[in-house]
């Protein structure tokens, strides 16, 4: 089993819709919880970064934690076809032996105008 | 502003050819890491730094090594470059927070 899974998409919306993107983890000890937008022929780019379950907003954009269920979520509200583009989870366990990042497969976005 | 550059965005090189990757962070991370990204088969781990010359492998080492003499900067080796380590190469760092990443280097052995 792999520690993180996310479902590879593709995602097609329509422009204006919420979008949600998940993953879900298997390892406990995980604390930290980010969501990168990588576009095509670029590195990742960071968009949110939390620490404890809950929520956190930033504009467009709600990450959501939920450590009891291991689960993760990216919202999208008001999707614009400039948010097409590959989503990959993220988490790391810095308490643990070893600091690895680890990543989903990614999920591939599309926002149709 | 944050800061990791990759030396290479393009990079071809033939079979067999000894091949360096370098990745350069302003930060001050400890962390330091390099993957492989592959169509379907996502983000994968080749090897980790978490401190000046300290390594360890990551979930695909096989083929590769790596360098770290400095704080600031994590090479990737390919002592000798066979076809199938065509791909994306993307270097990151952290520390105690999220990681940030390069631009990658999209490298072509023939």
């Known amino acids: 089993q792999k520690e993180v899974e996310q479902d590879p998409g593709p995602l097609s919306v329509p422009e204006g819709a919420i979008v949600s993107l998940n993953c879900t983890y298997s390892?406990?000890?995980?604390?930290?919880f980010m969501w990168y937008r990588q576009y095509s022929r670029k590195g990742p780019e960071l968009l949110m970064y939390?620490?404890?379950?809950g929520n956190k907003e930033d504009g467009r954009f709600t990450a959501q934690v939920d450590k009891s269920s291991k689960y993760i979520s990216l919202f999208i509200r008001d999707s614009q076809p400039s948010d097409s583009a590959t989503y990959l989870c993220?988490?790391?366990?810095?308490?643990?032996?070893?600091?690895?990042?680890?990543f989903g497969t990614g999920t591939l976005l599309a926002v149709q105008p | 502003d944050v800061k990791v550059t990759q030396s290479s965005r393009y990079l071809v090189k033939r079979t067999g050819e000894k091949v360096f990757l370098e990745c350069v962070q302003d930060?001050?991370?400890?962390?330091m890491f390099w993957y492989r990204q592959d169509p379907g088969l996502g983000l994968r781990l080749i090897y980790f730094?978490?401190?000046?010359?300290?390594?360890e492998k990551g979930d695909i080492p096989e083929g590769y090594s790596v360098s770290r003499e400095k704080k600031e900067r994590f090479s990737l080796i390919l002592e000798s470059a066979s076809t199938n380590q065509t791909s994306m190469y993307l270097c990151?760092?952290?520390?105690?927070?999220?990681?940030?990443f390069g631009d990658g280097t999209r490298l072509s052995i023939l």
């Open positions: 390892n406990s000890a995980f604390q930290y």
């Open positions: 990151a760092s952290s520390s105690g927070g999220a990681g940030h």
């Open positions: 730094s978490y401190d000046v010359k300290m390594k």
């Open positions: 939390t620490y404890s379950s």
């Open positions: 930060m001050d991370h400890e962390n």
């Open positions: 993220a988490m790391i366990d810095y308490g643990g032996a070893t600091n690895k990042l680890i």
